[in-house]
């Protein structure tokens, strides 16, 4: 009888069904709303759903809570700018490039860091976001504070990742980054590593005792979440065009992809996605109502939202709804 | 038969404090070695000074003669010693069955084995029906046989448990004492600290008595319990409760 049971548990049929809308609906979307802002909204949103993602990967599975996410961030941007304003080399290599400069950003970072416990793990990363910040804004070759401009191509967009008349190949470029990212996430959190890193999430002790090398786990983690951050940057890159080191390693990206995963629910699957399709929105017109005063209105929601959430469901609005399927498996 | 594990001299202070001083004892292949003592005698630094846990200040730690003397609980883990801990810690947010999978983890890296060998180890504790709750939601004595199930999946060839009648109904027990007699059956070799006398005294082929860090005794429980030292520390003061 044990034998014949599923590995993990189905979910239930609606949400599959809703899942299965909202994919139909991400794909069909530039086509129904087809207006240059429509399209900016949700390529904003797709892009922090992947940002906020790749906290969650660190924080969310292996407990430890990064405040230092745009570092990896402004690595993206920079590596693939660099190699294509200085080389010509194409973005798509220097995404790869972007995501090994970040994977090992964060093996520096981690290897002395994470194997304490406690907070000192968040500290370190808001202090060493705010120091990555300030080389880059001091570093002459990548242009000091004034940035980088990204060369504009106009011949072969696919290859020079640049599209100068509609937003829409930016859209599902994003859309396919994102989509890869929780798939990836997905598959993690079944397989080997992401049971270990659970498990040390929530008893390190115990995980030690079970043959996991506990701080050895939390830098592959660590890894993981840096090289996905580094993609979102590549692309943020490519879509603006310019490089803004204020802007890129600030420590405001870094506490926002917090607030989405932690909102939507950290540690689960769907949480980030929903957090940043909450959030982006909010911040976006609350800037347009407000005009330039709105700056300081979203983080004033944000902070509302946050309270709200951690009175209401701690562990996110997403908890709730995963326990459940979880539960469900193997019923009688 | 050959000793499995052998603690010759180890030492642990804190500050003043000497929660373990040149503790010896050996445990042979197959057998179960019982710890007792009163509450601070040092029974449960022993164990984390066997596993790793915490560095020993002196003394030595060998398993199959090989010097496993403060290495890390994970690199110890995967020599094959389990354990489970006095202050349990389930993986509360995961499920039953879940929980032994990242037992079932330090020896197969497919899941499909993993599930498997994890729900054979949760019937095996009697607690398969609970397999899709998660482990915080079970009672004191069904995260006890959790811990134990946890460990079982690691297939290992040592196990030191840490209390595993405490806090549990009497009726289990007995349950309990079958468990550990089948470990024994299938070749394992059990270390066990265990505050219930009847229980240890019957499970154990010997027995360690710590009392303020120091060994007090070290045989067959029989002898333990003739041991004048042992009836003053500790089985004295049973007496007088009951």
């Known amino acids: 009888m044990a034998r014949a049971e599923r590995l993990w548990p189905r979910p239930p049929l609606w949400v599959s069904a809703l899942g299965a809308a909202a994919i139909a609906f991400l794909i069909v979307y530039p086509l129904i709303f087809t207006t240059s802002p429509s399209h900016h909204l949700m390529i904003l949103i797709l892009l922090y759903a992947l940002m906020a993602q790749s906290w969650n990967v660190v924080a969310g599975l292996s407990g430890q809570i990064s405040l230092g996410q745009a570092i990896f961030f402004g690595i993206g941007a920079y590596s693939s700018t660099v190699l294509f304003a200085k080389y010509g080399v194409t973005p798509w290599v220097g995404s790869l490039v972007g995501m090994l400069l970040s994977a090992l950003a964060a093996v520096a970072i981690g290897v002395p860091t994470l194997r304490l416990r406690g907070h000192y793990f968040a500290i370190a990363t808001l202090l060493i976001g705010s120091s990555v910040q300030i080389v880059f804004q001091r570093w002459d070759w990548v242009g000091a504070a004034s940035g980088l401009y990204v060369p504009i191509e106009r011949a072969s967009p696919f290859y020079y990742l640049q599209f100068h008349t509609s937003k829409v190949p930016y859209y599902y470029l994003v859309l396919s980054a994102a989509a890869i990212s929780y798939w990836v996430v997905w598959k993690l959190r079944r397989s080997r590593l992401g049971f270990r890193l659970q498990a040390l999430r929530d008893e390190p002790d115990a995980a030690a005792s079970l043959g996991i090398a506990v701080a050895r786990h939390k830098v592959m983690a660590f890894m993981i979440s840096a090289a996905m951050m580094s993609v979102a940057g590549t692309f943020y890159a490519q879509y603006v065009l310019v490089l803004d080191p204020e802007r890129l390693f600030s420590a405001e990206i870094s506490i926002l992809v917090l607030l989405m995963a932690v909102l939507g629910g950290s540690g689960t699957l769907w949480g980030p996605a929903v957090g940043a399709a909450i959030l982006v929105p909010l911040s976006e017109y609350s800037r347009s109502w407000f005009g330039g005063t709105g700056r300081t209105i979203d983080l004033i929601l944000y902070g509302t939202l946050i309270l709200l959430v951690c009175m209401w469901r701690p562990s996110g609005i997403l908890s709730l709804l995963e326990e459940r399927i979880r539960r469900r498996a193997g019923k009688p | ?242």
Do not use: C, W
């Open chain 2, 1 to 242: 038969m050959r000793a499995l594990l052998e603690v010759s001299g180890l030492t642990k202070r804190y500050g003043g404090l000497r929660a373990n001083a040149d503790i010896a004892f050996d445990v042979k292949e197959g057998e179960i070695v019982g710890i007792i003592g009163p509450n601070g005698a040092g029974k449960s630094t022993l164990f984390d000074l066997i596993t790793g846990f915490q560095p020993p200040d002196a003394g030595r730690v060998l398993l199959a003669g090989r010097d496993i003397t403060g290495l890390r609980p994970d690199r110890i883990s995967r020599l094959g010693v389990a354990r489970t801990f006095q202050k349990l810690k389930p993986f509360p947010d995961l499920t039953v069955a879940e929980n032994v999978v990242v037992g079932a983890l330090a020896r197969t890296s497919d899941m499909r084995t993993a599930r498997e060998q994890a729900l054979e180890s949760l019937a095996f504790v009697d607690l398969l029906e609970k397999r899709n709750h998660f482990a915080r939601e079970l009672s004191t004595g069904q995260r006890k046989r959790l811990e134990l199930a946890r460990g079982l999946a690691m297939r290992p060839r040592l196990i030191l448990m840490d209390e595993v009648t405490g806090g549990v109904d009497q009726p289990s027990i007995a349950g309990l004492i079958a468990l550990v007699l089948e470990l024994k059956e299938r070749g394992l070799t059990i270390v066990m600290i265990e505050h219930n006398m009847q229980v240890i005294m019957r499970l154990a082929d010997r027995i360690l008595a710590l009392h303020a860090g120091r060994r007090i005794a070290f045989a067959t429980p029989a002898e333990v319990r003739g041991e004048p030292a042992v009836v003053d520390a500790y089985l004295g003061s049973i007496d007088n409760a009951a």
